[in-house]
């Protein structure tokens, strides 16, 4: 509904995110939706929330909605598009900067023969996780942050499992059990009521932020976790 109040805008928003999805860094996601129209489409759609600050699942009166697009109509939403457009696609290069990189190293094991297929295979898992493809539907703009920080986090443990896999490996022995426990509730979530699955988000934010201190310490995070806390949570 946004959109066709401000069409105007949003016209030449979509011109602009057509150009910048014709970049390399957006090959995965293109590729991942079939192709560039669905991909323009969530762009756009993310914008939306994000101005109105909404979260996916979240649904705004029509009283807060009216009062909104007045608010933009005095504002500049293609400036503000622009910059959410921008910092999609600063994510995107980051995210094929980092699976390149994966690739390189996995390749380099296989060479020398000391290759442990189930450290790369993790990796990639948590690649998929960090940035899931369907991440443009699912994030708000606080979750574009983050991910930024995982994916450096990801960058980090990938060169160091590669010289050092034993220590990778035992330090992945430390947070498998609690992995696991989340992917069994997030494979079950449609169960859950509201209330359990902002608890889930929780553990979920705790337990991505416990496995930056773990394999990354020099990036900080955003709230003081251990493992004895995920324990308790």
Avoid at 149 to 169: G, Q
Avoid at 194 to 208: F, I, K, S, V
């Amino acid at each position: 509904l946004l959109r066709l109040q401000l069409k105007p805008q949003f016209k030449e928003l979509l011109k602009y995110a057509k150009l910048s999805l014709s970049a390399p860094s957006a090959r995965w996601l293109t590729a991942s939706l079939g192709s560039q129209a669905p991909v323009r489409e969530a762009v756009l759609d993310f914008v939306v929330r994000a101005s109105i600050g909404e979260t996916s699942g979240q649904v705004q009166t029509a009283e807060a909605f009216t009062s909104h697009v007045e608010q933009m109509k005095q504002q500049n939403l293609h400036a503000f598009g622009r910059q959410m457009i921008d910092r999609i696609m600063a994510l995107l290069r980051l995210r094929a900067e980092v699976s390149a990189q994966m690739i390189k190293f996995e390749q380099l094991s296989r060479k020398s023969g000391g290759g442990d297929p189930e450290l790369f295979r993790d990796l990639r898992d948590q690649l998929a996780i960090i940035l899931p493809v369907d991440f443009l539907r699912t994030f708000s703009p606080d979750d574009l942050d983050n991910s930024n920080r995982y994916l450096k986090s990801l960058a980090i443990r990938s060169e160091r499992a590669y010289h050092n896999p034993h220590k990778d490996l035992q330090k992945r022995k430390t947070i498998s059990p609690y992995q696991e426990k989340l992917k069994h509730y997030l494979e079950n979530d449609r169960e859950l009521n509201h209330e359990c699955r902002n608890r889930l988000g929780a553990y979920q934010q705790m337990l991505n932020e416990f496995r930056v201190s773990l394999f990354s310490p020099e990036i900080k995070t955003i709230i003081s976790v251990s493992e004895k806390k995920i324990k308790q949570t």
